[in-house]
Structure formats: C-alpha cells, structure tokens
C-alpha cells in the first residue's frame, strides 16, 4: 500500500491524504480542513473503492462558484497518484 499526500488548491481544505494499495483501491481517505461531517462522510464513501472510478465521478464538481471543490481536487489527487 502507497500513501499520498496531496495539498489542494482554490479550497477551504489544506491537505488530502490517502492510500491505495495494489490494485488501486481507496483506502484512510481525510481531509485537513474543509467541512469536516461532508469530506469525513465521502472518506467513508470511498473507502475500498477503485480510485479511478471515483476520480472519473467527482471530477467537475463545485463548490460556490469556485470552478472546484474538495471533490474536485481529490480527482486530481487520484489522477497525479495514478500517473
């Protein structure tokens, strides 16, 4: 298993971190910062989940008008830790 950190830009949360094993699966998904009950809530949501596929759903979304979100920025994470 690979752990990643992963500093988003343009959000209220300041750190992302994560790990994905082997096969590419989400695991220990939190964020530092944001709002805490949603981005908890979509750790647990992600938990054993393939990282592509969850990149390819949260990709695009977002928050306030912002042209991102916490969700959008995990994509990215996924994508750059995938590469």
């Known amino acids: 298993m690979n752990h990643y950190t992963y500093y988003p830009k343009g959000v209220c949360a300041m750190q992302i971190d994560y790990d994905l094993d082997d096969e590419g699966k989400i695991y220990n998904l939190k964020f530092r910062g944001g709002c805490n009950g949603n981005l908890k ?18 990709r695009g979304n977002d928050c306030g008008g912002r042209g991102t979100s916490c969700a959008d920025q995990l994509s990215k994470a996924i994508d750059e830790s995938l590469k």
């Open 41 to 58: 809530a979509i750790g647990r949501l992600l938990e054993g989940t393939d990282a592509r596929h969850a990149a390819d759903i949260l």
